[in-house]
Every structure is written in C-alpha cells, then in structure tokens.
C-alpha cells in the first residue's frame, strides 16, 4: 500500500504537478516552532513534489535556508513596520491580546504586497495550494481569501483549550465572564459544561481587557469555521471527548496530526542559543533523578520569585537543571543568582540561558519537569513520560494544568506565592514520593499511546495522509 512518504501516493499521483504550501506563523516562538514542524512532516511526505514557502514577521531574526532541505522559501513581512507597534510582551501581566490585534493590524497590508507578489510568481517553482496560517492570524487569512487562496489554519494549543474558547460566548452571556469580582470563591466555582475547569482558569490575561479578549477569540473563531480545515497538535488518544465536541461545533474538517515533534523531520527552530553542554551533564546524572526547570520562551517571574526558586531548589538537594533566559526576571535585564547559591549546589545543578528542550526531556536522567504549561512543553513532557509540576501564568497554560492534574493526573500545580519551603516540598513529591512515582507511570503509560499514534495505521499517521490529499486537491 502506497503511503503519504510513497512517491505513489494517491495524495501526489491525483495531480502529477509541483504545488507550494504557503505558511504563515504567529511570530512567537511557541507558534514558529510547530509550524515549522508542520512544514517539515508535509515536505518529507510530499513525494518530492511539494515545496513550502514560509512567510515569516520581519521584526524575528530571519530564519537560515541553510538549515532546510531545497524546496523551502521564506519571505519576511512587515520590513517598514516600526518595531515599537509589534513588541513581544512576556510575563503573566503582558497583554497578550492585545499583541495578537495589532500583529493582525500591522502586518494585514504588508502582507497582502508580499502575496499578491508571489502568485505573480506563480510559474516559477510550483502554484500555490493553500496558506497555513495560525489561528490567531484571521487578518492574513482574509488576505489569502480575498487572493483566491484555500486556507487552512493551525491551532498551537490542545483541543480542550479549543474547546474552552468556543464556549467563551456562552459563558459572557451568562455573565460569568468577566468575573464580577475577584473574590476567591467566586472564582474557584467550577464550569460545569467545560469539566475540569473552573472560573479562573478561563481568565487568560490580568491585564487583557474583556474586549480585547473577546475580540481575539470571535476572530480566532472565525478563522477556524471559515478555513478549509483545521490542523490541531494533538493525538486522538489523548483529548478523543474534546475532539468530537470540536468536530460537531466547527463543521469544518479536523486533522489531528500530533505530536508535530514526533512525526516532523523539521529542522530546529529556536530563535534562541541552546546550550548542548547539559546534554552531557545529564550523561553522569541517575536515571528519573533530575528535575528539570523551564518557563518556555514568554513566560517570567519578579525578583523575588527567582531567589525563592533558587533556594527551594537548593535546598531540596535533588538534580536540578535550571532554565534563566536573559528576560526571564521583569524589569531587569541583568540576571543574577542569590549568593552562596552556585557553592550550595555545586555538583548537583546546572543553570543554562536555553537548553535544547526536546533532547532533555527524553533523557534518561530527567524524572520531572516544572514547566509554565505552554502547550509545547507540555505535548513535549507526555511524549517523554515525564511528570510535570505546573505553574502556568497566563492564555492556556492554566487550561492545560488541569488537564495534567485532574484528567491525565500526572502532574500537579504549585499554587499561590512563590516560597522556598513550598517548592522544595513539591520537588520531594514528585521525585521522592509514592504519588509522584505513580504521575510517572501514568506519564509514561501516555508516552506509549502517542507513540503508538504515529505508527503506520495510527491515528495521527493516517490523519496526515488526510491532510496531504487535502492539500493536493486545491
């Protein structure tokens, strides 16, 4: 039987001719990166005829050729844009959402020049099938529309967060949203129609506008229902319940072709240095001894925070190898770790500005993971079998968390004001104790379901011969 990687497959016979697919991520390090994914499971199963372009914010460092297989392209957008109107927040308190708005408003007409460019272009190296676009990006899809060109839009997040902002209207209408107050008890009441989650847990940004976010999730919305299709990150095994209810309530097609890192022959796409040296530190460490620490790319913490995070972790006296990118501590742009901290665990720690994620947590020393809850990261750990201590802070990331500690129970969050003593009993508990032990049974018993999903005749397998045929039918 002829497969989507088979120069037979049906997806590429139907057509014989060379097709391009255009791509467009949200400029955040957390949507480049699956999309790239993406463009490397297409090209790698494309029987040679599909070449990707890959449009890319002018204000990110541009990507290298070098580092792709022939076929790719990549455009910037946005050159003339003062970079001052499209600055990446980070941190819980950044607005999000208001980002997301004017990276729609402020690209929306460059892009169209740099489109309208190309399928002028259109001979030379292949008509354009479609355009991938993020989710988040409705302005460039309305571009593509008005261009002539299919669209199909890729969702970064697990389908439960899916789920959760397609019933963002119902719960506004009920006047649950924005909460009325902030009284605790007010929002810990559980959602019943979105179980496990509660009130808070729908509050994606402290200082994101209700407006704003409404905004946001109509357009995010309205990319999905008027796409071609849907592409979701995630594996049928893992949010199959979730799935259904998106199915029956976009009435567009769903491909669920995830794990992305695990079927992608994409290259690295870090817009940041990673340092291999802890590969080999990790080398000399015990097996599920090492806890690893890493708050993604957006996410930060106060100063205080970081000299609770530094002692609890000193004082648990376990492994530990700590993520600090160079804007991890708001306001500051000097990082600097307590004294006495680099003499109380030397030997046993490792402190690093980047560290190459998916190579970590699939070694054999890692046996934790404190992670923000970014949908990556955590996709990422369930891959590995690696139980996780959550501390998620803004958009999906507390969406996610309950995910991991009440539906697939292999992970809990470290909740409230960052203190020493409190962290350093959550890293006991998920290294040393019984109940931890049984998170990474269960982590791992995941870990064999998504591999089992990418098999041949897997679900996620089988969904990307879908989507290819899907591609070469425009």
């Given at each position: ?238 949010e199959n319940s979730d799935l259904q209810k998106i199915t029956d309530g976009l009435g567009v097609p769903i491909y669920t072709i995830g794990p992305l890192h695990k079927i992608s022959s994409g290259t690295d796409s870090s817009l940041l240095a990673q340092d291999q040296t802890c590969l080999k530190w990790l080398d000399k460490q015990e097996t599920d001894s090492v806890l ?183």
């Amino acid at each position: 039987m002829a497969t989507a990687g088979d120069p037979a497959s049906p997806a590429i016979s139907a057509s014989g001719r060379r097709r391009r697919v255009l791509m467009f991520p949200l400029p955040f390090q957390g949507h480049i990166t699956p999309m790239l994914q993406l463009a490397g499971a297409l090209h790698a199963r494309g029987g040679g005829r599909l070449d990707i372009t890959v449009f890319h914010a002018a204000f990110n460092a541009p990507p290298d050729p070098a580092r792709h297989p022939p076929g790719y392209r990549f455009i910037a957008v946005g050159e003339g844009v003062p970079s001052g109107d499209l600055v990446i927040p980070s941190g819980s308190d950044a607005d999000f959402a208001g980002a997301l708005l004017r990276i729609n408003d402020r690209l929306r007409e460059p892009f169209r020049d740099r489109l309208r460019q190309l399928l002028a272009e259109e001979g030379d190296g292949g008509a354009a099938a479609c355009l991938v676009v993020d989710s988040n990006l409705r302005g460039m899809q309305l571009v593509a529309e008005e261009l002539g060109v299919p669209t199909l839009v890729l969702r970064t997040g697990g389908a439960a967060c899916l789920v959760a902002y397609m019933a963002f209207p119902a719960l506004c209408e009920k006047g649950l949203l924005p909460p009325a107050s902030q009284d605790k008890a007010q929002l810990e009441m559980p959602l019943d129609e979105l179980t496990p989650l509660r009130l808070r847990d729908m509050v994606f940004s402290p200082i994101t506008t209700h407006a704003n976010m409404t905004r946001c999730l109509e357009h995010l919305l309205a990319a999905a229902r008027s796409s071609s299709g849907v592409i979701l990150n995630t594996f049928q095994e893992l949010e199959n319940s979730d799935l259904q209810k998106i199915t029956d309530g976009l009435g567009v097609p769903i491909y669920t072709i995830g794990p992305l890192h695990k079927i992608s022959s994409g290259t690295d796409s870090s817009l940041l240095a990673q340092d291999q040296t802890c590969l080999k530190w990790l080398d000399k460490q015990e097996t599920d001894s090492v806890l690893y620490v890493s708050l993604g790319s957006l996410a930060s913490m106060d100063e205080k925070e970081m000299l609770e995070t530094a002692w609890g972790l000193a004082n648990s006296q376990r492994p530990f190898l700590w993520v600090i990118r160079h804007n991890m501590v708001k306001s500051s742009q000097q990082v600097s770790l307590p004294e006495g901290f680099e003499e109380a665990t030397r030997g046993r720690g490792m402190v690093v500005p980047w560290a190459p994620q998916l190579e970590v947590l699939g070694h054999h020393a890692i046996g934790g993971f404190w992670t923000h809850n970014g949908w990556n990261s955590t996709l990422e750990s369930i891959c590995e079998g690696v139980p996780m201590i959550c501390r998620p802070q803004f958009a999906d990331q507390m969406i996610n968390m309950r995910y991991v500690e009440e539906v697939w129970k292999i992970g809990f969050e470290l909740e409230g004001e960052l203190e020493r003593g409190k962290i350093e009993m959550a890293i006991t508990r998920l290294l040393c104790m019984e109940e931890g032990r049984q998170m990474r049974q269960r982590a791992k018993d995941l870990r064999d379901k998504a591999v089992k999903c990418t098999e041949e005749k897997g679900s996620s397998k089988s969904a990307i011969v879908l989507l290819l045929k899907r591609i070469m039918s425009f």
